[in-house]
């Protein structure tokens, strides 16, 4: 079974870092890129975050560039978000994804950030 798990969420100061994590099951993780979106209340769900299989090349959102960093690590099947300078616009639930090919795509059900002091 495909699943994808996000965990690391909770209540950060602004200004603070939090790392996101994914753990992917039931498919080759090394094969597929992984992307980051969150949705803040009342709005549309944003990509925020995208890396390639091998790690090779890395794409990030305007609103996050140079603040947010995605990482992976293949043999633990797991794909991360490090996001720092965080700010109460970043307050969203974090989702990761993947899109299978021919099997469509798979989400996590995401973590909540909440950035507030």
């Known amino acids: 079974q495909v699943q994808l798990v996000e965990s690391g969420g909770g209540l950060v100061l602004p200004g603070g870092s939090l790392r996101l994590s994914c753990a992917a099951s039931g498919f080759d993780f090394e094969l597929y890129g992984v992307n980051w979106f969150r949705q803040a209340p009342g709005k549309e769900r944003e990509k925020v975050a995208y890396?390639?299989?091998?790690?090779?090349?890395?794409q990030y959102s305007d609103s996050v560039k140079g603040r947010f960093t995605i990482s992976r690590d293949n043999d633990k099947n797991e794909c991360y978000l490090h996001m720092s300078a965080l700010t109460p616009e970043d307050t969203a639930v974090y989702y990761c994804n993947v899109i299978l090919g021919t099997r469509g795509q798979q989400w996590g059900k995401g973590t909540q950030v909440t950035v507030s002091s």
């Open positions: 890396i390639t299989p091998s790690s090779s090349f890395t």
